[in-house]
């Protein structure tokens, strides 16, 4: 019935049930977010501190509406402008933060691992909002929440998560996420962006034909091409990228059956997504969105819970 | 273990209480009856029925309230939702609260705190199976009881449905 865990590290120390129980709970916030008052009374007593060492516009937003939702008092935090420039350590950072009496962190930083660092050396509850290339839990949370809302069950619902799955903490925590859960997985893109060894490492199916993993699937998870992460030419251009791996209007209705489109944001239009297709009613792009709130809060509500 | 009441005098309270209710309120037209979440359903949808029965018309407002996320105890323990059904405003309406115990009552706290979010009732009443008196932690009493009953902080009421427990009982227990 509760959690197994303290932090929401990554999707990967989650059992199904916290995750289905996480699900569940996001269902009753969701409805409540449908109310003329949409808040509740649930983490008055709860203070936490957004800490946004890498840049975001969705996850940002989406964690502070969660958090006003719940009536928690959140403080935001974000690295320029701060005295990390002055040079102090994270965790010096944190410490001083929480020596003014806040119970939570969400935090998002650039360095994989940062979240799972800091958990061993803070008493807060820490929720990771996207570590380096790891893990973004939340974000396969709300996918596998506005799946299910989509096509009523997760089990045997057949996913492709497609682009540059290399640099993508959204795929990694989406594969372990649907494993868990009883999903079937096609990993799509080119050879220079899906690592090397993860046909082994996660048991998944990688298929390098586009066309191939959109008939297979029922849901293609869509992967911006993270240009940011990139120090290397792993493709020739954002043109040949998109003529080989982009999704068109006239492929999506060449298709034997119509699929449903996502995509974490922000989207690189006409580079993964065309526009025409990430505005087409078979996308749940702006859904996942609005999922997104529930999901939050129902990931803070149970580990708030868990601090006493 | 002992029995408080058994099918047939649950049957009768049921229809007693849905007799009272109908004396204060009708025509129905302006009352909303919301049972509470999750033990208070099974309760609120007899009544519910046998409202309709005496009245030969469906009960026009009846919903469905969780009272999770207002609860005072939110930090000692995880408490997981159940669904909330509340498919009409309750602004200037009549409600009738309905939950199988009424012990402490911190439930109809949180209930009237969750109920408020909905709009603004013009007047709030309570209904409750079993009222364990003395036992109170809140100045809250019911309108409509269908017995009360004196018991120690130890003890436990609990209430058993045909369709949940394969039987209508009330019993209480002597926790040990």
């Known amino acids: ?308 | 273990m002992k029995s408080l009441l058994n099918s047939q005098q649950i049957g009768l309270t049921i229809k007693r209480l849905a007799n009272q209710i109908l004396e204060n309120h009708t025509p129905l037209s302006n009352t909303a009856i919301i049972g509470i979440q999750p033990r208070g359903i099974a309760l609120s949808d007899r009544v519910v029925k046998e409202i309709a029965a005496e009245t030969g018309t469906a009960v026009p407002f009846y919903g469905k309230l969780d009272i999770t996320f207002y609860r005072d105890d939110l930090r000692s323990a995880i408490h997981l939702p159940s669904n909330v059904d509340m498919p009409f405003s309750i602004e200037g309406k009549k409600v009738v609260l309905i939950d199988d115990v009424l012990y402490t009552g911190r439930t109809i706290r949180a209930a009237l705190d969750a109920l408020m979010d909905f709009g603004r009732p013009a007047k709030v009443e309570l209904l409750v199976l079993i009222d364990r008196r003395y036992s109170r932690q809140l100045p809250i009493q019911p309108n409509y009881t269908g017995k009360s009953i004196d018991s120690i902080i130890s003890q436990k009421v609990k209430v058993l449905w045909q369709q949940k427990d394969g039987t209508d009982e009330v019993v209480l227990l002597d926790e040990i």
Request: hydrophobic share 45%.
């Open chain 1, 1 to 308: 019935m509760t959690l197994s865990c303290r932090h929401l590290l990554g999707i990967k120390d989650l059992t199904a049930n916290d995750i289905a129980v996480i699900l569940q709970t996001a269902q009753q916030f969701k409805e409540v977010l449908q109310r003329p008052i949409k808040k509740v009374p649930s983490l008055r007593d709860v203070t936490i501190v957004n800490l946004f060492f890498e840049n975001s516009t969705r996850t940002r937003i989406s964690f502070e509406l969660a958090e006003k939702r719940l009536s928690a008092d959140t403080i935001n935090f974000t690295a320029s402008g701060s005295s990390v420039s002055k040079g102090e350590t994270l965790l010096d950072t944190v410490n001083n933060i929480l020596s003014m009496k806040v119970d939570m962190v969400v935090m998002r930083h650039s360095a994989s691992g940062a979240p799972h660092f800091l958990a061993k050396h803070i008493p807060a509850a820490i929720i990771n909002a996207g570590d380096g290339i790891n893990e973004h839990p939340t974000q396969a949370l709300l996918d596998a929440f506005s799946i299910s809302e989509k096509l009523g069950k997760l089990e045997g619902t057949k996913v492709a998560i497609i682009g540059d799955i290399l640099h993508s903490r959204v795929a990694q925590s989406n594969i372990h996420l649907l494993k868990k859960m009883g999903a079937e997985i096609i990993i799509c893109g080119p050879p220079t962006l899906i690592p090397k060894y993860i046909q082994e490492a996660f048991d998944v199916r990688v298929e390098y034909n586009l066309r191939k993993a959109l008939e297979w699937c029922d849901v293609a998870n869509v992967l911006r091409i993270q240009l940011e992460r990139q120090n290397q030419v792993l493709f020739s251009s954002l043109r040949e990228y998109n003529l080989a791996y982009g999704i068109s209007k006239k492929l999506l209705n060449s298709l034997s059956k119509p699929i449903t489109i996502m995509h974490p944001g922000p989207i690189n239009r006409g580079v993964e997504l065309d526009s025409d297709v990430a505005d087409s009613d078979q996308s749940i792009i702006l859904q996942q969105v609005e999922n997104g709130v529930a999901v939050r809060m129902a990931v803070l509500y149970l580990l708030a819970n868990r601090q006493s």
